[in-house]
């Protein structure tokens, strides 16, 4: 009965025990945090891309992956899925955004859709080759882009949620802004850099969040006050000496990346598109991609490389006209039948280089046969460019090039009518609808009072080498007018300042405005003589030059009926005015001074390579004379306030030091007062300071006391001025004469500072106090110590002591 009441009896309840189930690995908190840094992150990417349109897709893409590993964690995939899933998560996004007509469902890959990829790839590689940043949001790079940051966001969750490791999650966040950082002239900027910097916190903030401790009762513990505080602070401090750290500093101008330079991929070598890389080597500080040629040419060669002649677009590129190209590379000719090499002079070119590799062929223009080229290329009659087959680079050149030039001259060009309509291509007349009126402008301007296409291409050659214009490398970068396209060259005509390719590209579309064919021509100035020649193949002489990537260049080609194609030079300072294009014109803008140009070109050492004045070609317009010596002179002052200035700077102590000896002297021997002092004498509350300046005797030990010091014995803290006197004329070894005039300034100073006056009677070294003839004394036997010093030291002492005086630091005041 009893066991079965005590069976029947329940047992009595343990209290339950409070569950510490771990918190579940997954927070959508955390995962809107690493979405917030990622997308932060992001927004320096505005520069390298132009406008905002790629930000959409990043950040759709970002959301996704990161939203799926969240929801992997949530339904407690093992660890080593849930990246998996943000994988399959990007796969998925990628397909509905840049191949959803190829997917099965809008979503899912197929063959297809892998077939798309490989073209937007393609695509990306070209608007690498063909475009400067900022580059226009085109499908493949942005492809790329996105699929990048979806790896990028990947990385930071996996880190920051999955793994508890926000910390590490900042790697991530770091290759976000490399390509800003190397890309943009300006890098990442104040702006994008905080924001990034307020991403990373907030991941560590939630980590932080996420980790922090708990109570018996499981109730949240929040860190102090003072923790927080001291974190906030040291991360204001971090961030401010990053701001304001780079801005202190100079930019870099030599090493991988010179500031404003911008990352070039193609140093060395054009590429498929050779103006994305001129200016990058233009502004490099050292040589790259060096080139030798020989040629029996009359005068140095301009290397061409390809040409641009369709200006429809943001950005131009090269027309790689595969559909009209000709294959092999002998008897090359025009597609003009206007223009025949036929009585014209031929040349033979041979280039060499170790280190230059591009797709396109280097040759004088125009060319009519090439011979010792490895490997397949094609020719386009259009625009007598040479390229490789399957447009690959070919590293290493040593082939030979025959061109012929035409017999150009002033006679020639001023007979030509303006061109028919069907005599070239309508690709070198064509011009885009929205031309900026600031085009249109400067062409009709330039070209108002000119009468025919040569006067008309002569006044635009005059209108951009005219003063108004100026040649910068950094202007472009620092303006955000880098590049080509005719938004930039509507930015170059209201800045006036740039470099060769806004030159040749303002020249060109100006000229068709004003109903001339044109293209524009990039690859190499002539370069420099290397003094040395060889043998051609029929025994004629080659003479040998010189180019690199420093001498890249481009100019305009305008055609005129029944001559061809004809070069100019619009760019100030930089290659070579044919001769024909030198003759002044009545009635138009005057160029810059014609003969200033010639010193100018790349070749002014070389015989023969300054172009002559044709004979044709009227008086040049009278330069200002005044102007080089006005420069000179300017120079010259420069360099001599420069000068003055340093002198100056360096006499300073000694003046000062003059100066001070000169007032003590006139206040100890005439006037017995320092300017400014009250007369009056206090008693010292130790020895040795706190002594009244205007005291002759204070003011004559002070004298005494700071030239020991510009001799180099300077008075001990605890030394006494008696102390002081002793030990001076012991080190510095003084005659008897100055020692006893140092003993005499000592005992002077003490009874000036030291002595209590007696009520109603003067002090005996007081401001009223000494004759003539005592103040005369102390100056003298100041005078005695000087001497004594001086000449107990050494040159090198005397010369520091007046120069360089450590008195002016450092005096007996104590």
Known sequence: MLSRTSSSVPPPQQPAARSHRPRAPWDWTSAGASIAAVLLCTISLHGVFDGWSWLPPMALTTIVVVSAMAAARRFRFPIA?????????????????????TAFLGLLPTGGSLHRVSQLITEAQA??????????????????ACLGTGLIALLVDTLATTLRMPAASGLGLLSLLIAPAVLKPESVGAVPFLLAAAGYLILLANGTWQERPRSGNDAVLTPPRSQVGTAAGIGAAALVVALALPAALPGFTQGSFPQGSRLNIWTGQSGLNPVVALGADLRQPSAAGRIRYATDSKQPVYLRSTTLEDFSGRRWAPDLREDSRRGGLQDMAPAEGSTSPAGASVYTTRVKSASYASPWLLAPYAPLRVSGANGKYSWDPKTMTVIAEENKSRPGLDYEVQSFALDVSTASLQAVRPSSTNAVDPIFTSLPDNLPASIRDASAEATKDAVGPYEQAMAIQAFLRGNQFSYSLDAPVDGGYDGNGIDVLDRFLQEKSGYCVHFAAAMAVMAREAGIPSRMALGFAPGRSTGESSTGDRGQELRE????????????????????????????????????????????????????????????????????????????APAAPAQPEQTEVGRYAGVGLGLAVAAAALLSPWMLRRRRHSLRRRAVVT????????????????????????????????????????????????????????????????????????????AAYERAVYAAPRAGAPDAVSSAGPADNQRDRLWEDVEAVQAGLAASASRGARLRARFFPASLASRFRR
Not at 128 to 141: A, E, K, Y
Not at 547 to 560: C, G, I, K, M, T
Request: net charge negative.
């Open 81 to 101: 899925l849930v990246p998996a899933a943000g994988l399959a998560a990007l796969v998925v996004v990628l397909t509905w955004l840049f191949a959803a007509p």
């Open 545 to 620: 030059y010189e180019v690199d990537s420093r001498d890249a260049h481009a100019w305009p080609e305008l055609y005129f009926d029944g001559v061809g194609w004809v070069r100019f030079e619009p760019t100030p300072s930089r290659g070579s005015v044919p001769s024909y294009a030198l003759a002044p014109l009545p009635n138009l803008a005057q160029t810059r001074d014609d003969e200033d140009d010639d010193l100018r070109s790349l070749n002014p050492a070389v015989p023969g390579s300054t172009p002559q004045r044709s004979t044709e070609a009227a008086a040049p």
């Open 127 to 144: 608007t690498i080759m063909n475009q400067v940043p900022p580059v226009l949001s085109d499908p493949g790079i942005v492809f790329i």
């Open 671 to 746: 006037a017995g007062t320092a300017p400014g002092s009250s007369g009056s004498l206090r008693r010292s509350q130790s020895p040795g300071a706190g002594y009244p300046s205007g005291a002759p005797a204070a003011l004559a030990w002070d004298e005494a006391a700071d030239t020991g010091v510009d001799y180099g014995y300077v008075p001990q803290k605890s030394e006494s001025p008696r102390a002081y006197a002793q030990r001076l004329a012991a080190e510095a070894g003084l005659p008897e004469n100055a020692a006893g005039a140092m003993e005499n300034l000592r």
